[in-house]
């Protein structure tokens, strides 16, 4: 479960630093400074980066025979991509409308991946709120949702979706 973990903690603080940008805490640079977004946007991309080398690892790591780990690793690919595409962009001030469009996809085809969660209520409900944060990001890049509201639903994303999952391993407990 430890590579995982690393997806869920590195891309839960990827998303936790987007929330706070996007309810306006320390949204604002400092004199002489670059936005805020940029260093939000290099946190997104080191996400992205680990996230598309633990599906690769995942990947590889596994038999040739079939193996249902495979399914987990194309899961982290969408989302891997995803934050490396939200990274570059905010890292180099591009349109991120072309992230919100990124992010259609990104929310929609993962609940093919629900069979895969079905013995599981938490992962089921994880990726049944990632659509609403996905589907939100678009909303938010076309004007659409106000950024706070998203900022909102971003830190409902990286605390519960996200932290939550690992906090509870640690712990010892079951994920339901």
Known sequence: MAPITMVFVLTGLAVFVQAMFFLGIGANAAEGKKSPIVSAGWIALTAGIVDLIVG?????ARPIEPDPSLLLAGLIAFYGLFFVALGVTEILDLDLRVVGNLAIPTAILPLAWLK?????????IIILWWVIAFLSITL??????????LGIILMITALFTFFLVPVLLVLGVEIP
């Not at 690769?56 to 590889?60: Q, W």
């Not at 938010?140 to 509201?149: N, R």
């Open 140 to 149: 938010t890049t076309y004007g659409k949702m106000p950024a706070k509201v």
């Open 116 to 124: 895969f969660f079905s013995g599981s209520t938490t992962f089921t």
């Open 56 to 60: 690769l690892y995942i990947t590889a």
